[in-house]
């Protein structure tokens, strides 16, 4: 079974930085994707950053572009958003998920493709201006 946990949330000012780790328990071959996304409060789900774990290819949204890294260390299964240059609107429940379903876009969310992932609990950044 497929699981997920984030950490490394808080909160900094506007252009700090924080760094998001999500670690991966079960056996790679049950997942095809590790995405990062976010919730603001009264906002939609949406995709941030992630990689397709068959060839290594990572994407970003063009919120995070050339702000957000995504980095991966294969020998201990975690995976890591490193963002810089925050602004008060990175303000959001950050959530790591594992694409358990061949085919979707890691990047997209939708609520019909929820389930299809594993879900961590999520983690607060929190960026003041």
């Known amino acids: 079974q497929v699981q997920v946990a984030e950490s490394g949330g808080g909160s900094v000012q506007s252009g700090g930085s924080l760094r998001l780790s999500c670690a991966v328990s079960?056996?790679?071959?049950?997942?095809?994707?590790i995405g990062w996304f976010r919730q603001a409060p009264g906002k939609e789900r949406e995709g941030v950053s992630c990689?397709?774990?068959?060839?290594?290819?990572?994407y970003y949204a063009d919120s995070g572009k050339g702000r957000f890294t995504f980095s991966r260390d294969v020998a201990k299964n975690t995976v890591y958003l490193q963002m810089d240059g925050l602004r008060p609107e990175d303000t959001a429940v950050y959530y790591c998920?594992?694409?358990?379903?061949?085919?979707?876009?890691?990047?997209?969310?939708?609520?019909?493709?929820?389930?299809?992932?594993?879900w961590g609990q999520g983690t607060q950044v929190t960026v003041s201006a």
């Open positions: 998920a594992a694409d358990l379903v061949f085919g979707p876009p890691c990047l997209r969310y939708s609520p019909h493709e929820h389930h299809g992932r594993a």
């Open positions: 079960g056996s790679p071959s049950d997942y095809y994707g």
């Open positions: 990689i397709k774990t068959r060839d290594g290819s990572t």
